[in-house]
């Protein structure tokens, strides 16, 4: 279980022990500018503080949709108990910090690769409890992002890959994490006709814990601010929270000592 070292002294937080006048230890790392988690709490009355960054590659436009991310932070403070900031911007694979993320989103549009090293590095993440969300910004089938982001994961997990499944009628645990939904939401691909794909992929790691999400429904473009795309979704954002709340419960990347899971 991740520890938390403690950062500036001061401020709001969720106080889960110390002595009077002494931060506790999600004060501090609340306080500081560490990636990770630290949860409380029993079942879907979660609490805690989640700090997030996004992935960072190579070639492709990595930083596509820049106001998604602001806006999932903002939102998922205003509507759970869990207080959500973005540290550090991006992460690359290879970065020693890599594990304090249980948590990492990818997205974008165009062609890209991966360095051996950052194969290893995935690898290793994924199996060490670490959670990955793919955002096809393009939301179709064969279309550049998708086609390298789907080489890259059979490049990193190899016959594990074909073991990719569709939610639903897969992941039930992660449809009703917090919210309930019967399938994952409309995305940016309902923008333009009927939906293609009225479900996302996962791959296992192990057998039970859902480690990676692949999208094609370019969530993030709904989650842009209105004035961008034109779009507001607040399905989508509680999506993402579920995402996150099934992230931050299941993967031993979190520090959850005085969380129970029902």
């Given at each position: 279980i991740?520890?938390f070292?403690?950062?500036?002294v001061?401020?709001?937080?969720?106080?889960i022990?110390?002595?009077?006048?002494?931060?506790?230890?999600?004060?501090a790392?609340?306080?500081?500018?560490?990636p990770g988690?630290?949860?409380m709490?029993?079942?879907?009355?979660?609490?805690g503080?989640?700090?997030?960054?996004?992935?960072?590659?190579?070639?492709?436009?990595f930083?596509?949709d820049?106001t998604?991310f602001?806006?999932?932070?903002?939102y998922v403070t205003?509507?759970?108990n869990?207080k959500?900031?973005?540290?550090?911007?991006f992460?690359r694979?290879t970065?020693?910090?890599?594990?304090k993320?249980?948590f990492?989103f990818?997205?974008?549009?165009q062609h890209?690769?991966?360095?051996?090293e950052?194969r290893?590095?995935?690898?290793n993440?994924?199996?060490?409890?670490?959670?990955?969300?793919?955002?096809?910004?393009?939301?179709?089938?064969?279309?550049?992002?998708?086609?390298?982001i789907r080489?890259?994961?059979?490049?990193?997990?190899?016959a594990?890959?074909n073991?990719?499944?569709n939610i639903?009628?897969?992941?039930?645990e992660?449809?009703?994490?917090y919210?309930?939904?019967?399938?994952?939401?409309?995305g940016?691909?309902?923008?333009?006709g009927?939906?293609?794909?009225?479900?996302v992929q996962?791959?296992?790691?192990?057998d039970?814990?859902?480690?990676?999400?692949?999208s094609?429904r370019?969530?993030?473009?709904?989650?842009?601010?209105?004035?961008v795309?034109?779009?507001y979704?607040?399905?989508?954002?509680?999506?993402?929270?579920?995402?996150?709340?099934?992230?931050?419960?299941?993967s031993?990347?979190?520090?959850?000592?005085?969380y129970?899971?029902?």
């Amino acid at each position: 279980i991740a520890r938390f070292a403690p950062g500036k002294v001061g401020g709001e937080g969720i106080n889960i022990g110390g002595l009077a006048g002494e931060l506790s230890e999600a004060e501090a790392f609340a306080l500081s500018d560490e990636p990770g988690a630290i949860i409380m709490g029993r079942g879907k009355d979660i609490k805690g503080y989640f700090h997030i960054m996004r992935v960072r590659y190579s070639f492709g436009d990595f930083y596509t949709d820049p106001t998604c991310f602001p806006n999932i932070v903002d939102y998922v403070t205003r509507h759970t108990n869990i207080k959500m900031r973005i540290v550090g911007n991006f992460v690359r694979l290879t970065d020693k910090d890599l594990l304090k993320n249980p948590f990492l989103f990818i997205a974008g549009h165009q062609h890209f690769a991966f360095s051996e090293e950052e194969r290893r590095a995935l690898r290793n993440y994924l199996y060490a409890g670490g959670f990955l969300y793919s955002d096809d910004c393009n939301w179709q089938l064969g279309n550049p992002y998708d086609v390298c982001i789907r080489a890259e994961l059979r490049a990193t997990l190899g016959a594990l890959y074909n073991k990719l499944y569709n939610i639903p009628p897969g992941g039930q645990e992660l449809l009703h994490a917090y919210y309930d939904f019967d399938q994952p939401p409309v995305g940016h691909d309902g923008s333009f006709g009927p939906v293609k794909y009225p479900f996302v992929q996962a791959i296992n790691i192990p057998d039970t814990r859902i480690a990676v999400i692949i999208s094609n429904r370019d969530h993030g473009c709904t989650m842009e601010d209105p004035a961008v795309h034109g779009t507001y979704f607040p399905r989508t954002f509680q999506w993402m929270i579920n995402c996150i709340v099934y992230a931050l419960t299941t993967s031993p990347l979190v520090n959850m000592k005085d969380y129970i899971k029902d």
